[in-house]
């Protein structure tokens, strides 16, 4: 569960970030399930609870190199993240941290990162 400000401006990016659909089963109008192929894989909660600059949970998403860690992090930019200017980078990392729309933030996690060529 990611807990958001404003459900529509959330189902909209998350539902693009990640190919997903909303699956149509609200419990209320502070809840949104989205899905994949295999059933529910996000869901949505309206929170009053201000965003944590470093929650103790956070989504990552993996790719399988440096360009393709380049072009999620520019996909998910032109669909409304913004990249965080994260003061606990470690010297070599292999993630870049975004935030969404809502402020959560999250990682793009570079799989292939510091392996042999």
Not at 50 to 72: C, G, K, M, T
Not at 91 to 110: H, K, S, T, Y
Request: aromatic share 8%; with cysteine; hydrophobic share 45%.
């Amino acid at each position: 569960m990611l807990g958001v400000d404003d459900l529509p401006r959330a189902e909209t990016f998350w539902t693009k970030a990640l190919g997903l659909r909303p699956t149509g089963e609200w419990v209320n109008e502070n809840w949104r399930t989205l899905s994949g192929e295999d059933g529910p894989v996000l869901a949505l909660m309206r929170s009053e609870t201000p965003v944590q600059r470093h929650p103790r949970v956070h989504l990552d998403l993996f790719v399988d190199s440096a360009e393709e860690q380049a072009a999620e992090t520019a996909r998910l930019v032109a669909l409304g993240a913004v990249q965080v200017d994260w003061e606990l980078y470690p010297e070599d990392p292999d993630f870049v941290v975004l935030a969404d729309p809502e402020g959560n933030v999250f990682c793009i996690v570079d799989l292939g990162h510091g392996a042999a060529n």
